[in-house]
């Protein structure tokens, strides 16, 4: 039956101008990053609950994520936190990735679980303590020298709780002082990333609470420096495609941590809550990819995609997979987007016109495309069959409870 | 200079028609409940910072919430939580408490830190798991009868992160299932208060979600059930002063659990995110406590109020009492607003003399009106001061780091 | 080709264990209503921009109305506001509708346009306005006994925009007994359909703020008064499939206004901003009506769907189209959804099955299916190409410009 | 009482370390601009209730917005809304209003009230449409220049509502090309201060949606453009004295449009919803305005305060009154910080003392000290008394109904 709904599938989009070949050639090129932490417990202040079969170390992680990517093809290295996934000889570490079929990709420095820094990292007035802090960054360039990695992700906790409790502005200075002495030390292939927030764990205000001071601050920093945005770290109704299309166009849109929240920063699976949102987003970077400007179309193809999420309450592995096939589904789908046809009533000034040649590609099922794809690229064409099917998640039980968590 | 700011003081408030002795009278008479858990180490789901001197079980809780009392006058009791609170002889807790001049007083089972819940408590699908989380609030009941509280103050972290993941209208007759055989084991005069939450932490829907769900349940297990409001656990944007008002028209208004929020449930010290909004809850309040109608009057004068907080990053009895003087303070401004004066503007249709009439009264300094009261309470006039120069606080350090959090 | 989709979407959906004819005869029964006053001008506090060829009077926005129950076949009742559409002669209007295949749906009542309403209707603190408005909503019972409607579906504009403006609780009472007056003039076939909205015109309370509010409301009124839920109208966040259930098992859910939002009220095109959230509510609501109690399953069948939207600055007809058509679709996916399945996971507790389950009948692409059903219907298998095909929109622009508005 | 009550207000300041001459200098200084169209009727898309006595025309404007400063003193100059304002002679406005004690403030162009502007006006795909709204935004200057005023405030209702609807990043550029070109013809002394708005009247996406593109477009014309903070364009939960200290520290915080919101764009009375949130933004001024750096300094002391609000259901000249009140008393309670005791707790890491020393200025009541500032300003120490004392609401009256609105 699957032959049959792909020929159909084809002659349906044919029929809509769309070449189906040059949409597999970009589903094949696809690159999901998934992290290291996501394999491991992880919850709420509330609680965490420990699950059975959680890896203990890093290299159980890397062997979890090299499932993911034996199932899928499209998911070949995998980020690493540090100190969670610490070791003592990096060599080691990237070694077995290799054996694995993977690599080491984006080193995230950890600068929120000291007690030291209950007051800040790099932004903390304690002269110390932003030594530390930024000492952990250059730390943390080493290690993405040893291990090959050119991808820092940058993430901080810092901010306050209360009016009047920090000197806003100093703090504004010193994490410009910090950054810049991390951006110095890499090199020329490095890029640094860096993440915004709303809110949480501070409460009152983050320092880098929006796009535009991660932006500015990459601005600052030269070219190596962009802006990561992290799906689920927005206000309430932000058009998020926007600020993804408006970075492009600065240059300036390094990646994604790809999440799905419906409240807070909840973390979920990606493509759970409003899988319309994520189709957006990729239809916005696909029209950046189709763009006459060659810097915009270069812009739009240098997008690092990471998976950054907390399984809170369901199996690590298969949330994973569902993740990483949700962003395929919806990169798919916009894919099938004609931008000829939605570049025509734009013009036109044809709202409703427009409107559908968007939505109609989001309304196919692409399950027969991406079976295709998979079978041509020698992965299962059902991924999350084959791995419940596989043995492995029984296997991992033996791990016990108590793995790796933060 | 305090007894010419108070002659002056209440010259002025004489020529507004308030007359102070009568609300000297409503401040002593007010009571503010302290939590044991607010003594203890919090934090947020990426870190939970170790202080010094935190106490390390709950003998030592109720000696850090005896200070609050003793310095403030109006915290004579303190909820507990169990497990948090759970020891062998209750009846020791009990004397304990005695001996420190304050009581036991909301008690708050505690059904979202076992690994059993990880799919909810008394909504789990599991029929064994809803028997044990019923259990516990039996045990609950059991445990207030001991001590002589009479008051059980029911949060549920009970929810689902994922559409399709639970049945939601088998959970809500499992919740009134649990709580029906709850309310039947209470004693006539103990009351059963009922918290909603928009979020958190489950992140699709929460079983109890709003104020109508608590409210529409309450109704339905009878009169001993009542609602409870926590101030931090609305949607943005929400007029709490409009459910708090509702709640007492309809005499439902059980309680609240008193903090700050911006973002999420951000469990910040209470009237230190928008001081307004809790001198306007009060003013709903008082404005019920004078209503004609003498059940009206009777429900505002039978709210249990509490504090629910989570100091992650300030001192925590300091924490407490600045929570507890924010309280007197919006009350005492509450207090001087001229009803009558509310009332005419209000039956002319003066938009802006009606709020004037209420916003004026925030904007007076009531610090010598709490100074004399305090005088008159026989406790220091500045309770903040007086704590911080009694040398608890550096007396407490010998307790080392690493004392009780959840 | 469509011929060859049918078959093999039948093949696939036979194969998931769902039988197409049943869910064809669902799709057939589906009423959704439109809004007379969605086919005229409407815009925004800033400006209301002017169409050419929009309706001038009730009797031509029934010859649109009816243009869009040709085209689809599911629209045959046109909702009618009061005096928007007041006209000399409601027989006439009555019989213009019968000789267009339409007939008049729900009768809204209008209590926030003249200038005696700017600080309330039925809850204002003058008895004259309050009455002039109670009038109004008999007038609207007896309008509704003369055209033949059973559904009067009632939206308070009523709030405040500044602490102490009003007495809530005095509100409170004058709203019941308006509804009540209003309620005992019902006839027994008819229903009283109580919308609540979080905020707008009111910028500080609104009298009905919440479904909680509505439904206590309906509650002590009767059971002929039920909740009408707007989609526009709750806070960011809300879950609003939560609060269908909710009322579905409550019986009191007694319809929709359908509408999409990302921000305020937005009243855009019902399935434009998150069509997943139309998905899950259909969901909620099509368990329901496979419930075990026959109560619950009236109650989902109960429901009185409604389009209540603002075409601002899209062409009225095709956006009225389009929004049937993606009730119709996001309809049509969720009875794709295999209960049992849903079910069988609930109770494994397992989260991604469960999640799966439901989600995967959303990535079916019901072209086929619909276009089978329309077929069947007598009516175009893509009901906007036909009517952009007929001529009907260039016909109306010689009304011109300036017609109704609001 | 009031010099007993100053005199008292002064000792306890004096015990504090804080200099009233010093307060009283910066609160004479203090500028409000007022709205001219903050006089007129205006309303919601429901409806927009006409108020008696509202002015007819810009000249009677001017004389309300006169009434203003001559009460407060603080209110010296009027901005004005092309084409609201518009008049054959502008060098008569500007005689007239010179006659009454004022003078023509910022001139802001309104691009959302022609039918041609229904897709946008300076973002338009529609070239004439870009040329015709650029012209006026040229005519804006020339008015500026006519009248001798050097702010030029520019909002933009550009947007769209549905996904796909418009080349988003197209109309970057255009903005940016239309921007320029009036950037060049202002002439040196004149400065362009660039607004930005989450949504409304756009539901999708807005043009410019935050202050980061607002900041980022000015960075691109040059020294002459800055941000303009309106107070009620954000997000829930925005931390707004984030971005204003963030701006200041970028020298690039042009100005302010004063009101407040609790939910959407509501356009209150500033400081009526949440005033703690006024002076918190005041404290970030003020600490700026003391900063070591000159450029600081400065960029503190250029800020443009307007007022932009709705006053829908209340009297027009009174609401003005009440919102520069309440400014002033916001102004005044910030620069009773102790600066210098915020810095020392903040350098001891004291969480509370640091919250401490900000909220306890927001306590005084700084009554007396505004009414002694007003004595020596000659104005009346009570505006909002002498107004209603005045006649002059009764006077306008006479206007009857039906005035100017928009």
Known sequence: MSDKAYALFE??????????????????ALR????????????TRF????????????????????????????????????PWDKVDDYAKLKQHATDLGVSIGAVNPNLFQEDDYIFGSVTNSNAAIRRKATDHLLECVDIAKTVGSDVLSLWFADGSN?????????R????????????????????MLIEYKFYEPAFYHTDLADWGMAFNLANKLGPQA?????TGHHPQGTNIEHIVTYLLDENKLG????????YGDDDLIVGSVNPYELFLIFYQIIDAANDKNSLIRKAADNIAYMIDQSHNIERKIPAMLRSVLNVQTQYAKALLINLEEVKAAQENQDVLGAEDAVRSAFEFDVTPLLQAVREEMGVPVDPMKAYLASGYDEKINARGKGGASW
């Open 226 to 230: 962009e802006v990561l945005v992290d």
């Open 255 to 262: 990646g994604f941590h790809f999440n799905s929240r419906k």
């Open 11 to 28: 002659e349906q989009q044919a029929l809509r101008g769309i070449d189906l070949s040059a949409v597999k050639a970009k589903l094949k």
């Open 47 to 82: 609680k965490v609950y420990k699950q059975t079969g959680v890896p203990r170390n890093p290299f159980e992680k890397f062997e979890d994520a090299a499932q993911v990517h034996k199932l899928t093809g499209v998911c070949p290295s995998v980020a690493v936190h540090i």
């Open 172 to 191: 504004k200075a010193w994490m410009y002082e910090a950054l810049k002495e991390m951006y110095n030390a890499m090199t020329p292939n490095m890029r």
């Open 162 to 170: 209360y009016p009047g409790q920090v000197d806003i502005r100093a």
């Open 32 to 43: 999901v990053e998934t992290p290291s932490w996501g394999y491991g417990d992880s919850g």
